[in-house]
């Protein structure tokens, strides 16, 4: 059946993104960013199998002059420079047919908003879904028009790069509702196009709640946990669309079993029915013999038989409604144990994988390229993970004080836009100079978190997040670090024992000791513990002996000395005697 899909998000300068990065590799193509310098050559990668350019009033400019533009018309380091909007393409729909279908929406885009759609139409992924197929569709964030000069320039920008306060002073829907119209646009669209072939799948925008569904969404896996997936790796977005799968077809067993009682109850009302009126048919007969006296005994041996006929009729109905009567019981019974077990498994969490044991870690001391390379893809996932999420606490902590400086910004608008004529002015000032106090302490809290950027604090926060919500994902990627941090100790102590010594020295440790060897190569320590090998000092010398501290990135050292004994004199300790 055809699947819904339609998602979108802005190409940014603050996430490392570049407009013209983005349509060299989703178009296949080379294209390099005159700003940067820096040449995009995609045009090796395959799975591109149509892309068009669509300007409004069909203005023509060259897909390389037209992102470039976009780039250099943007001046702020987090502008946004394009933005991209991504749709599943029926795979019951022809090829031709479905770029027919992508490139129409893309053409409407481009004369509804006044702005240059950029269209690559891509194959499924050969190790994916074979029915995946799929359109990016880019978006600049300006209105492209032809200035008086005949130059084509991009201008102001688009109603769908507005803020809701520009669109409400347009009298224009809201970000939110327009991107349902959007939707919807599309949905018809597709739609459309799909009767034109004969195809009898539809596709609906709605929401399952707003569909009055109770089956629950799966989620998209995204082409990292797809790949894990394949690989027979299971994740926690595919653990979680398992678990409603079977959820829903609980619902759908749940659903026959409701038809089936409904049905069953409805054939003991047919019974029932034909019972009643076999009883009226005899009594009205009855009634009828009983006035024809001529033929009483042949009416009264035809009634008795009547009768009779009715009397074993109703039996039979007797028979049919218990029989109805113990199906209906049973599929009652099988219908709770069904809702029962539907409540159960909507409540249960996936069960996380289960942690390596501590076995595992220690087993890889000796270093293994593929262990390493694997734990270490884990650990930059990880990072990843903790950056985005750190990254969205930061904008949620932004918008939060954006909704909270909005009534603020208001109240102080509505004071100063009503300054009484005669009395209570001093009154009026002193309120209208809090309110403004008020908004510039929410606007300079604001401004501050903002250019601080993702702290400490939020990539914590973010941590915490993954640990609480994908506990098994943060369990694995902390053995990962485990293992990585095992592997760097085991590599460091070989090559301290290339140099004599028992094991390389730790961070965060302080080490006491004389000096036995102090090189270009490095330092070897003596202490009670062992020998220690430190990377070079040119303050330690050999023979003596020191405090050394490994903060990591530097040391703290510290000579000992021997302390003299008060009944020395200055002439023993130079080995003179008088």
């Given amino acids: 059946m055809a699947i819904y899909h339609l998602s979108t998000k802005p190409v940014s300068r603050s996430s490392g993104r570049t407009a013209t990065a983005s349509i060299a590799y989703r178009a296949g193509i080379a294209i390099k960013d005159e700003r940067t310098g820096k040449e995009h050559d995609y045009t090796k990668r395959s799975g591109v199998v149509s892309t068009r350019l669509h300007t409004p009033n069909d203005l023509e400019i060259k897909r390389n002059e037209l992102w470039n533009l976009a780039e250099a018309t943007e001046t702020r380091k987090n502008s946004r420079t394009a933005r991209e909007i991504v749709v599943n393409l029926p795979h019951e729909l022809s090829g031709r047919g479905r770029i027919m279908l992508v490139n129409e929406f893309a053409k409407d885009l481009a004369n509804q908003y006044g702005v240059a759609v950029d269209v690559a139409v891509h194959t499924p992924d050969a190790q994916g879904d074979n029915r995946n197929h799929h359109a990016h569709i880019m978006l600049t964030t300006r209105k492209l028009e032809r200035l008086e000069s005949g130059r084509v320039a991009l201008t102001s920008k688009s109603q769908l790069e507005m803020s809701n306060t520009q669109l409400k002073e347009r009298d224009l829907p809201s970000a939110r509702d327009e991107l349902k119209l959007i939707r919807k646009q599309w949905a018809d669209l597709t739609n459309k196009h799909l009767k034109e072939a004969k195809v009898d799948a539809r596709i609906d925008h709605?929401?399952?709640?707003?569909?009055?569904?109770?089956?629950?969404?799966?989620?998209?896996?995204?082409?990292?946990?797809?790949?894990?997936?394949r690989k027979g790796i299971a994740t926690d977005k595919g653990d979680y669309n398992r678990m409603v799968r079977d959820f829903n077809q609980t619902l759908n067993q749940v659903a026959e079993l409701d038809k089936s009682i409904k049905d069953l109850k409805e054939q003991r009302e047919q019974s029932n029915d034909r019972v009643r009126e076999a009883i009226d048919r005899t009594i009205e007969y009855v009634k009828f013999t009983a006035k024809n006296t001529a033929r009483t005994d042949q009416n009264t041996d035809f009634a008795n038989q009547v009768i009779a006929d009715a009397q074993r009729q109703t039996e039979e109905a007797e028979r049919a409604i218990d029989r109805a009567n113990r199906a209906i019981a049973e599929h009652q019974r099988q219908l709770e144990a069904k809702k029962s077990s539907a409540k159960l498994d909507r409540t249960v969490a996936p069960t996380p994988q289960q942690i390596k044991k501590q076995s595992e870690v220690t087993a890889v001391t000796k270093p293994s390229p593929d262990v390493f390379r694997e734990n270490r893809k884990i650990y930059l996932e990880y990072v990843e993970k903790i950056e985005t999420a750190a990254k969205a606490i930061l904008s949620s902590q932004l918008k939060t004080l954006q909704d909270k400086g909005k009534p603020a910004l208001a109240n102080f608008e509505k004071l100063r836009d009503n300054e009484p004529l005669f009395f209570g002015k001093d009154k009026w000032r002193e309120d209208k100079q809090n309110a403004l106090n008020a908004f510039n302490a929410i606007k300079a809290r604001h401004d501050s978190i903002k250019d601080n950027g993702v702290t400490d604090e939020h990539l914590e926060q973010a941590k915490q997040h993954i640990a609480k919500h994908e506990p098994s994902y943060h369990a694995k990627a902390q053995q990962a670090i485990e293992i990585l941090q095992e592997l760097n100790r085991a590599k460091k102590d070989e090559k301290a024992k290339e140099y004599g010594a028992d094991f390389h020295a730790?961070?965060?440790?302080?080490?006491?000791?004389?000096?036995?060897?102090?090189?270009?190569?490095?330092?070897?320590?003596?202490?009670?513990?062992?020998?220690?090998?430190?990377?070079?000092?040119?303050?330690?010398?050999?023979?003596?002996?020191?405090?050394?501290?490994?903060?990591?990135?530097?040391?703290?050292?510290?000579?000992?000395?021997?302390?003299?004994?008060?009944?020395?004199?200055l002439d023993q300790d130079r080995g003179m005697n008088r």
């Fill in 206 to 229: 709605r929401s399952h709640k707003d569909r009055g569904l109770e089956q629950l969404p799966t989620q998209k896996l995204g082409w990292e946990a797809s790949a894990m997936e």
């Fill in 506 to 569: 730790q961070q965060g440790k302080t080490y006491s000791g004389k000096i036995l060897r102090a090189d270009e190569n490095g330092i070897v320590q003596q202490t009670r513990d062992g020998t220690v090998y430190h990377p070079a000092l040119s303050s330690v010398e050999q023979g003596k002996s020191y405090n050394l501290e490994n903060n990591g990135s530097s040391y703290n050292v510290q000579q000992e000395y021997e302390v003299r004994k008060t009944d020395k004199s």
